[in-house]
C-alpha cells in the first residue's frame, strides 16, 4: 500500500510544471536544513555551552529528511483527484487487454454459469480450448456472466492499487442492476452480443464516481495527519537534544557549587 501512496504522489508531483517543481524542491530543502539547525542551536537559547554531538546530528539529520518527504507529499497529494482518475483508467484499459486475467475470469464465468443450471454446456467445449465460448439464450445469463467479469475486475483493482482502494467507503462493486441497465442502453444501439469487458469499464466508473465523493474527506485527512506527522519528527529530535542540554546544564551548576 505505501508504495502505491507514493507512486500517487510522484505522479501528482510529475504534474507540476518545470519551474513549480523546483521550487518545491528548492522550499522543501531550504525548509528541512532550517528545521536541522534549528533543532541543533535552539538549546543554546538557554544553555550556551552545550554543543549537539555527532548523534544529534544523525538525528537531525533523518528528522530533516523526513520533513523533506512530507513536504513533497503534501504537495502531491494535491493532485490526489486527477492522479486517481488517470490511474484508474490505466489500470482498466490495461486489464482489458491482459490475457492472462481475461482467460483466468472467461473461466471462472464458464463454470459460474454451468454450475446455474441456465445453460446448456453439452457441446460447449472446455474453457481452456481456443473455440470455448460462453453460451447465452437469455439476458439474465449474460448478467451472470457479466456480474463475474466485474467482481473481478474490482478485487483486481483493490490488489493493484491498494491505497485508492481504502480510499473507498466500501468495496468496490458493480450491482446487477447496473449491468441489466448498461445491457439496455447497449442493446438499444447494437444487436450484437454483449461484450464481457464493458463490466470492467463498468466497474472503472462506479470505482471513480465513489472515489470523488470520497476524496475530499480524505484529503482533509491526509493534511491533518501530515501536518500531526511532521510535528512528531521535530519533537524527538527536540525533546533528546533539549533533555541532553538540560542534564549538561544541571552538571554545570553542581560543578560550579
Aim: glycine fraction near 4%; aromatic fraction near 14%; charge should be positive.
Amino acid at each position: 500500500m505505501v508504495r502505491d501512496f507514493y507512486h500517487i504522489v510522484f505522479e501528482g508531483l510529475g504534474m507540476l510544471s518545470v519551474t513549480k517543481f523546483v521550487f518545491v524542491i528548492t522550499s522543501a530543502l531550504v525548509f528541512a536544513a532550517v528545521c536541522w539547525w534549528g533543532c541543533v542551536n535552539y538549546t543554546r537559547l538557554w544553555n550556551k555551552r552545550y554543543r549537539s554531538t555527532i548523534a544529534h546530528h544523525l538525528l537531525c539529520a533523518i528528522s530533516s529528511a523526513l520533513t523533506l518527504l512530507l513536504i513533497l507529499t503534501f504537495v502531491g497529494m494535491k493532485r490526489l483527484k486527477p492522479v486517481s482518475a488517470k490511474l484508474i483508467v490505466q489500470w482498466a484499459e490495461g486489464l482489458q487487454e491482459s490475457q492472462r486475467w481475461n482467460d483466468f475470469v472467461f473461466e471462472k464465468a464458464y463454470y459460474t454459469l454451468k454450475q446455474s443450471g441456465r445453460e446448456n454446456f453439452a457441446d460447449v467445449p472446455d474453457p481452456k480450448e481456443e473455440n470455448s465460448y460462453l453460451p447465452f439464450s437469455d439476458a439474465e445469463s449474460m448478467v451472470l456472466a457479466a456480474q463475474v467479469y466485474a467482481d473481478e475486475a474490482c478485487r483486481n483493482f483493490e490488489y493493484k492499487h491498494a491505497f485508492l482502494s481504502r480510499i473507498l467507503s466500501a468495496k468496490p462493486s458493480v450491482s446487477s442492476a447496473l449491468i441489466q441497465s448498461d445491457m439496455t442502453q447497449f442493446f438499444e444501439k447494437e444487436a450484437d452480443l454483449y461484450p464481457m469487458n464493458r463490466a470492467v469499464r463498468l466497474a472503472a466508473g462506479q470505482i471513480l464516481k465513489e472515489m470523488v465523493l470520497q476524496l475530499p474527506r480524505v484529503l482533509r485527512i491526509a493534511r491533518l495527519s501530515i501536518v500531526f506527522i511532521f510535528c512528531l519528527f521535530q519533537l524527538i529530535p527536540l525533546g533528546v537534544i533539549g533533555y541532553c542540554a538540560y542534564q549538561d546544564l544541571k552538571l554545570n551548576k553542581y560543578q560550579l557549587t
